[in-house]
């Protein structure tokens, strides 16, 4: 249990994916402008690791590991992970149309989303066991939400203040990453 | 060996991946009756989301017509009903009638900014927080303020602000009557008055006594019911208890003397380049 909660924050805060190991900053820049879509985003992206590592594990260690072929994972997983969201998008758009509209384009735009493939990968790397993987799933997604969630916070609130024009939108947003990143930092050693 | 490995590996996860969308996409039932109708609609819908409708957006209003055609009878997109053309293929595609005239509305600034500035705003650029420091900086409470919370939340470029003035300016032909600057504004300014109307009345002192400030400001409406009386076809009605005139447009032949007589033009015809 203990290593299980471990792993969770370690996932979520230590090796924080967006600010430690800066993966999908696309969705981190790009979707952070609103508190509600930052919300949504997260939710989706989560689920889909948590899918993704359910069904990646598997296939690593029945499939890959027994053909000596580990060196295949990362195309085997690009494969895999779009035929995933392909058929979680299909499966809810039929059975949960209004679902469906509440994730919007976020669940396509996942597809290629590189923390999703990430989490993946530092599950095999690690050799985490099944029950292992799907926690630290969540952790990376807990994570990946938590910094989403501050960022769109800070943005809102960046929007009526007062900022010289050249520092207006992504720039400012670049140095409130910056000091983000370095505010989790802080967190590194801690388990 | 390695080599043959890889290649049958990737074909037969490949395949297997094709294969698995292929089962889901034949076996998990169609479930979304009039999927197709809604598309059509979607595609009618102006696709701007702007909420006026009082769905989450496009897609949702036109789940919510297919389902229930008479809505958009009754509450539809004021958007969409500016343009006749498009209503009509929204009647043919559900089946209804749509009054669009009865309908359709337009946003008004009910103030043309003309109270005195009485001292200098330099904080946060936003009528919200300017309002906060002595209800403004004009003479006036219930003053515009032009700070441009409208502008920023206008989908359809409709709103100006003069800088001069300090006050919105609203493009009677752009707007679309969607009212989000009408939620927007902290003065509760902007009034979404009835397609037909023909007077706009640019005042929004709501009170009749005299309270300092009026008098200062040169649109402001001093009670003086010249409007009232001046109108001969019982188109203007002003109670006692009133502190504005009331208009009724379907009377109203827009002959303009009430326009003329107003003291301090506070009155001002409602069509395409009013405000200006």
């Known amino acids: ?191 | 060996m390695d080599l043959l490995i890889t290649i049958v590996l990737i074909a037969a996860i490949g395949l297997l991946c094709g294969l698995a969308i292929y089962i889901v996409y034949i076996s998990v039932p169609h479930k979304v009756p009039g999927l197709k109708k809604i598309d059509e609609i979607n595609k009618l819908l102006p696709g701007m989301n702007c909420g006026a409708c009082g769905y989450a957006g496009c897609f949702a209003f036109a789940q919510q017509v297919v389902n229930n055609p008479q809505l958009a009878a009754s509450a539809s997109c004021p958007v969409l009903l500016g343009d006749s053309h498009v209503v009509k293929q929204l009647e043919v595609a559900l089946g209804v009638t749509i009054d669009a005239d009865a309908m359709s509305k337009k946003a008004m600034v009910r103030c043309t900014g003309a109270s005195e500035q009485v001292f200098e705003y330099t904080g946060i650029p936003s009528c919200k927080a300017a309002i906060l420091i002595a209800r403004g900086f004009k003479r006036c409470p219930f003053a515009c303020l032009g700070m441009g919370d409208c502008e920023r939340v206008c989908k359809y470029d409709a709103i100006t602000i003069d800088p001069e003035k300090r006050t919105a300016h609203i493009d009677y032909v752009k707007c679309t009557g969607c009212g989000l600057c009408a939620k927007e504004c902290p003065q509760k300014l902007i009034e979404m008055v009835p397609g037909r109307t023909t007077i706009a009345f640019r005042c929004n002192y709501p009170e009749l006594k005299n309270i300092p400030g009026r008098e200062r400001c040169e649109n402001a409406c001093i009670h003086c019911r010249k409007c009232f009386k001046a109108c001969r076809y019982e188109a203007i009605s002003w109670k006692k208890e009133q502190a504005v005139p009331e208009f009724h447009p379907e009377k109203c032949t827009l002959c303009g003397e009430c326009i003329e007589v107003c003291p301090n033009r506070t009155l001002e015809f409602f069509k395409p380049g009013f405000g200006k």
């Open chain 1, 1 to 191: 249990m203990t290593d299980l909660l471990a792993i969770f924050i370690g996932m979520a805060l230590i090796n924080n994916f967006v600010l430690v190991k800066f993966l999908g900053l696309c969705p981190f820049f790009g979707v952070s402008k609103k508190l509600t879509n930052a919300f949504s985003m997260s939710m989706a992206v989560t689920f889909v690791m948590l899918m993704a590592s359910a069904v990646t594990w598997p296939i690593t260690h029945y499939i890959l590991i027994p053909l000596d072929a580990e060196y295949l994972r990362t195309v085997v997983y690009i494969l895999v992970i779009a035929t995933l969201v392909q058929i979680i998008e299909l499966f809810i758009m039929r059975t949960n149309y209004s679902l469906y509209s509440a994730f919007g384009i976020y669940l396509a735009l996942i597809t290629t989303n590189c923390a999703v493939m990430g989490v993946t990968l530092v599950n095999t790397d690690e050799g985490f066991t099944f029950v292992e993987s799907m926690v630290s799933a969540l952790g990376a997604g807990t994570g990946f939400g938590l910094v989403l969630v501050l960022m769109s916070g800070i943005r809102e609130r960046l929007e009526i203040s007062q900022l010289p024009d050249s520092m207006k939108g992504l720039p400012v947003a670049f140095l409130v990453a910056a000091l983000m990143g370095l505010a989790f930092s802080g967190f590194a050693g801690m388990v």
